[in-house]
């Protein structure tokens, strides 16, 4: 008796899992749903509050984090130096302010200048000059309203080329401060 009411209920069971998959249900060109069950053509009604995107803006716009925006100053995360000097060159001195004004409107964010030198010179005297360098940054982001415990100085001298060579190009684009966020 208990083994055929069992029975009974599987095949009840398996009846109700096929009814409930049998609905056929498509999206058509546009996107509306249609199918069994929705009025033909009837747009699904999900409430304008209850999707939203922060990746587009009103106009379809994809909104990227200035940091990643390729069109904004604060992509660009490499200042470069003269040689023998910790000079912010002036072509430098609008990204540097840039990342300035940007760490100062958002308090949340933490940085860390890494100044480098190029191999000419002894070891201590590039990882003196790196420092240097990184401090001036921190100088200028300061001035723009960052706070000092956002910005983290560290010096790797001649440890960490960009670029390996001797040649002008390479020793140049070997003296640098990274902006690392």
């Not at 899992?17 to 509306?32: H, L, M, R």
């Not at 360098?133 to 415990?149: C, F, I, P, Y």
């Amino acid at each position: 008796m208990i083994i055929r009411q069992i029975s009974v209920i599987f095949f009840l069971s398996i009846l109700l899992v096929i009814g409930g998959c049998s609905g056929n249900k498509t999206k058509d060109d546009d996107g509306t749903m249609v199918g069994d069950g929705i009025e033909d053509g009837a747009p699904i009604d999900v409430g304008e509050d209850d999707y939203s995107s922060s990746g587009l803006d009103e106009d379809g716009a994809v909104i990227l984090d200035p940091l990643d925006d390729p069109a904004s100053d604060l992509f660009v995360r490499t200042i470069y130096f003269d040689y023998d000097s910790a000079n912010i060159r002036e072509d430098s001195m609008l990204i540097v302010r840039e990342h300035g004004k940007y760490l100062s409107s958002s308090p949340e964010r933490l940085v860390r200048l890494e100044g480098h030198a190029d191999e000419r010179g002894t070891r201590e005297y590039n990882l003196a000059l790196g420092e240097e360098r990184a401090k001036s940054v921190r100088e200028v982001l300061l001035l723009e309203g960052a706070q000092e415990e956002q910005i983290e100085i560290v010096s790797f001298g001649e440890e960490r080329p960009a670029v390996e060579g001797t040649d002008d190009s390479a020793l140049q684009l070997n003296r640098r401060v990274e902006v690392v966020y």
